[in-house]
């Protein structure tokens, strides 16, 4: 399951970079890129709102980290007959062509935000909209990595519309650029939330509404995709999560904001 070795000329955006003499995969670079600046937004924001920005950064990145675990999980959880005949215990953590989800990571980011609102003694609903703004920020440039390393590709097409882009295998084609798509979503996202803050509604309002937009924006995008994940032979199991959790953050937003 190791990926091809594929020159820079062929795929146009290098699959990996050479960091401190060091092979580095372009996503995983770019996924502790978007780390970084997700965790320094959610600081930032915390100032704002009279709170430590130290204790709710280091709550954020901790969540993140916490993240990374369930995005893997998931993936391994969908593709796992593909992983159990390749008998190789290491390629279930091998990431170099991707292989994590952003779905997944709710499977641990959420737990993770109690103990982490815990240890820094704020509402679990406050510490999740100061990190709305984060998962904002950062997640523009975990997509951005997706381009570089050729992980989500578009499916191929003949319009204008079309970009030449790569996937993992190094197959360049012209293609929707569903992850230029993804990060315009990202960008369009966090414009909407600083032109909104400070929001005096509800804790907990401002994730929702990430959350929501977010299920939105993958369930039209997951279409466009290439390789879609799927289950039981043609369910595109991620446009089904997606539209569970539009709908669930969706509804819970209305609630709480009539409510509130």
Not at 126 to 148: E, K, N, P, S, T
Not at 199 to 208: I, Q, R
């Amino acid at each position: 399951m190791n990926a091809p070795a594929i020159s820079p000329a062929q795929v146009g955006f290098p699959r990996f970079f050479t960091i401190a003499g060091r092979r580095v995969n372009s996503y995983k670079a770019f996924l502790a890129v978007g780390i970084c600046i997700g965790t320094l937004a959610t600081a930032a924001m915390a100032g704002t709102s009279g709170l430590s920005p130290l204790r709710v950064g280091l709550a954020a990145m901790v969540c993140a980290l916490a993240g990374l675990i369930g995005a893997r999980v998931y993936h391994l959880l969908i593709h796992l007959p593909g992983y159990l005949r390749a008998n190789s215990p290491q390629a279930w953590w091998l990431t170099t062509e991707g292989g994590m989800s952003v779905f997944g990571a709710l499977l641990t980011f959420v737990p993770a935000s109690y103990v982490a609102a815990a240890a820094v003694d704020i509402p679990a609903a406050i510490l999740w909209d100061q990190m709305a703004i984060g998962v904002l920020a950062g997640g523009f440039w975990i997509r951005l990595g997706c381009v570089f390393n050729g992980c989500c590709a578009g499916r191929q097409t003949d319009t204008a519309f079309g970009i030449h882009l790569h996937d993992t295998r190094g197959v360049r084609k012209r293609r929707v650029p569903v992850q230029f798509l993804e990060m315009a979503s990202w960008a369009v996202g966090l414009v909407v939330f600083l032109g909104l803050w400070p929001d005096t509604s509800p804790p907990g309002t401002c994730a929702l509404a990430v959350l929501a937009w977010y299920g939105v924006v993958r369930f039209l995008l997951e279409p466009l995709r290439e390789r879609p994940d799927v289950i039981c032979g043609r369910i595109r199991i991620n446009q089904v999560v997606a539209a569970v959790i539009a709908m669930g953050a969706g509804g819970a937003l209305l609630v709480l904001v009539r409510g509130g």
